[in-house]
């Protein structure tokens, strides 16, 4: 019974570092970029969770039968996040 347990904590303990790497890199990425003066100086790592949030949302409320092509739900996105982060 123990073994369950056990190996369920490991593999979300290892989810949990997967996703702080995950907001780590974006956190620097946001970093790199602003040093570069290419978007604008703010508080980094919560601008990083807010752009993940969104692109993780989609999974969601996306349906690959609705209405909306993933390509156009791509492009919204990634408009969404470029605005984020830009302005």
């Known amino acids: 019974a123990h073994s369950g347990i ?3 904590l490991v593999e979300r303990v ?3 570092q ?3 790497m995950v907001e780590r890199d974006w956190t ?3 970093m790199r970029g602003m040093a570069r ?3 604008p100086v703010r508080d980094a790592h ?12 989609v999974w969601r409320w ?3 039968t609705g209405a909306i ?9 990634e408009g969404c996040v470029v605005r984020m982060v830009a302005e």
């Open 46 to 57: 919560t601008l990083g969770l807010a752009v993940l949030g969104m692109i993780v949302s």
């Open 18 to 20: 997967l996703v702080q």
């Open 6 to 8: 056990d190996a369920r």
């Open 37 to 39: 003066g290419a978007f």
């Open 69 to 77: 092509p993933l390509s156009e739900i791509s492009e919204l996105i």
């Open 28 to 30: 620097n990425l946001l």
């Open 14 to 16: 290892a989810a949990r």
């Open 62 to 64: 996306y349906r690959p």
